[in-house]
Structures are given as structure tokens and as C-alpha cells.
């Protein structure tokens, strides 16, 4: 009998089977470049690319890495939704609310379990708790954690964004805005937040950890589908980087300070203080802390009554590629 492999030889000898055809996905069947985020409030990402973990990964099929800066949760939603980039990083809340929204994107990794936002005024103001926001200016950046932390931190006393005068700026500017004196008060985010307490003497008056959600990655539905083995390796890399920041403080510490010119002292308090790395998957911890945000902002009238909010939590989450990993 004739074997398999003298069959395939006879029949692409006879041009009757593409010389391709027991070859591996062909160059282009795959992308020239992967684009993946970076944010000073995902300290991972910047070792990630100071390291260029990836670039040595994915240097042997061809494929290149872009790496683009995101200023917000805000900004890494805008980017994936227009196609700007296949990797972006989130809060779990701002991830949620962005599928809700119309947002075709899976959260399939987690980055770190920060505190990074709080309500934060200046030295010389009289407020003290939330409920001494009713009248006052506070900047936001909209569709963040931060300003989901403020809509919750509202309701807990019976207000609403109704009761505060919302000023909407992307956070540095929400945080020079405070300094300056523009407005009374600011959902902070780090590590300007932690910059304005060292540097202004900015006082954290209101914090809640257990309302920060997860830092997540998050991906395009169309870029999973398309690329799920791409996907695997991208967070195994980003995994190496993860557990090297949690061997190694100083270095991790140093590229934080060489890509933002902060002072260590200002670094040591996001980094050492108010971020944890020792997670990764969105596990029923992360889900249900995602999931309480929701209900939360349902509750305030941010998302529509009749949305529901655990099937979109379980549209939104994937852990297969991390799991894969």
C-alpha cells in the first residue's frame, strides 16, 4: 500500500495540493504587530516593556510589538473599541461598564490588586467626609474606577453625582486642577495621587480598598477569535514580568521612576504600599468585587435598571488564556 506521505508527494507533484498546505499558519495569517497598552497605574506593563519581554518573544515569527501609553481606563477602552490597540489595561468596573456600554471586549487577566484611587482634597480645606462634597467642584474622569469609587462613595450617604458640581478632566489634570485650587476635591488616581500627598500635602479623606477594583487586561473579542495562541503566549510573557516585579522591588521601583521622574518616596507608596501583584486570574474574588460595582452603579442610575449585570460580568470575563498560560 501506498503510505501517506508518497500519496501527498504524487498529488502536489501533480499540482494537485498547494505546496503549503502541511505547512504551519503561513506569516500572514498572523499580524505584523501586536499593540499592547502601558500605564503608570500598571506598573507590570512598564517592566513589561522596559524589559522587551515581548519583542523577544515574538521576534522569531516577525511579529512586532507597539506599545502605546493609556492615560486612564477611559482611554484603554477607547483605544480597544476603535481598534488602536489588541491589549488594554483597566479597571475591573470600567472593563464592565465598557461591555455594558457596547464595548466588544474580554477581561482575561489580572495585573495587580491596587488601591489606587481615593477622594482627595487639599491641606486647607474644611472637608472631611463625603457628605461635605454636597456644592463642591470635584474633578473626574469619567468611566474610570476612580469616578466609579465616587459615585459609590456618594450613595453610601445618600447622594449622587446630582449633589456635586462634576468637573471632567483626564487625571493629571484632575490632580493639577486640585493643587491649583480650580476645584475642592478629586477622585485621585496613582501615582499622582500618591505625588500630591508627598509633594502638596494632599490629604486622602476618604478610602475604601475593598471598592478599588482589579487591574485587568483586557482584549478585543476579534482578537481573541482570531489569535488565541498568540493570546496564551502574550500572558505567559506578561506573567514572567508579574512575578519579576515580585522578586525584584528595586528594579521594578527603578523603571517606574526613570519612565516618570518621580521621587522614591512618592514610588514607594503606590508601589509598596498600595499595589499587590500576587494575583492573576479573575477568580469569584475578582468576579464579585467587579460584580458589586456594578450592582452599585445600577443602584446609582449609571447602568439602565433592566441591564443584567451578572450575565454581563459573565460575557465579560474569560480566564482560558490566562489558565492556559
Request: proline share 4%.
Amino acid at each position: 500500500m501506498l503510505s501517506r506521505r508518497n500519496l501527498l508527494a504524487g498529488a502536489v507533484g501533480a499540482g494537485l495540493v498547494p505546496l503549503g498546505i502541511a505547512r504551519p499558519a503561513r506569516a500572514a495569517d498572523r499580524p505584523s504587530q501586536i499593540r499592547v497598552d502601558w500605564a503608570t497605574y500598571n506598573p507590570v506593563s512598564m517592566v513589561l516593556k522596559e524589559k522587551g519581554l515581548l519583542e523577544k518573544e515574538f521576534a522569531k515569527d516577525g511579529i512586532g510589538i507597539l506599545w502605546v501609553q493609556t492615560l486612564g481606563s477611559n482611554k484603554a477602552l477607547e483605544f480597544l473599541n476603535a481598534g488602536s490597540i489588541d491589549f488594554g489595561s483597566t479597571a475591573g468596573s470600567a472593563a464592565l461598564l465598557g461591555r455594558i456600554n457596547g464595548n466588544p471586549i474580554k477581561s482575561i487577566y489580572v495585573y495587580s490588586k491596587p488601591e489606587w484611587t481615593a477622594l482627595v482634597t487639599r491641606k486647607d480645606t474644611p472637608i472631611a467626609k463625603i457628605t461635605d462634597l454636597k456644592g463642591k467642584r470635584v474633578a473626574v474622569t469619567r468611566g474610570t474606577d476612580p469616578h466609579i469609587f465616587l459615585v459609590r462613595a456618594l450613595l453610601s450617604v445618600g447622594m449622587t453625582e446630582k449633589d456635586i458640581s462634576e468637573v471632567l478632566l483626564q487625571h493629571p489634570d484632575g490632580k493639577i486642577a486640585l493643587i491649583r485650587g480650580d476645584v475642592d476635591a478629586w477622585a485621585g488616581l496613582d501615582p499622582m495621587m500618591a505625588q500630591a500627598q508627598v509633594e502638596d500635602g494632599a490629604r486622602l479623606f476618604y478610602r475604601n480598598k475593598d471598592a478599588n477594583t482589579y487591574g485587568i487586561l483586557n482584549s478585543s473579542e476579534d482578537f481573541l477569535s482570531k489569535y488565541p495562541d498568540l493570546t496564551k503566549r502574550v500572558l505567559a510573557v506578561y506573567d514572567q514580568a508579574r512575578k519579576y516585579c515580585l522578586g525584584h522591588y528595586d528594579d521594578e521601583k527603578r523603571v517606574f521612576m526613570d519612565v516618570t521622574k518621580l521621587p522614591a518616596a512618592v514610588v514607594d507608596i503606590q508601589l509598596k504600599e498600595r499595589t499587590d501583584l500576587t494575583n492573576n486570574r479573575i477568580g469569584p474574588a475578582q468576579r464579585d468585587t467587579i460584580l458589586q460595582a456594578g450592582l452599585a452603579l445600577q443602584k446609582a442610575g449609571v447602568i439602565a435598571a433592566n441591564v443584567d449585570v451578572k450575565k454581563a460580568l459573565d460575557d465579560l470575563v474569560d480566564d482560558r488564556f490566562v489558565t492556559a498560560a
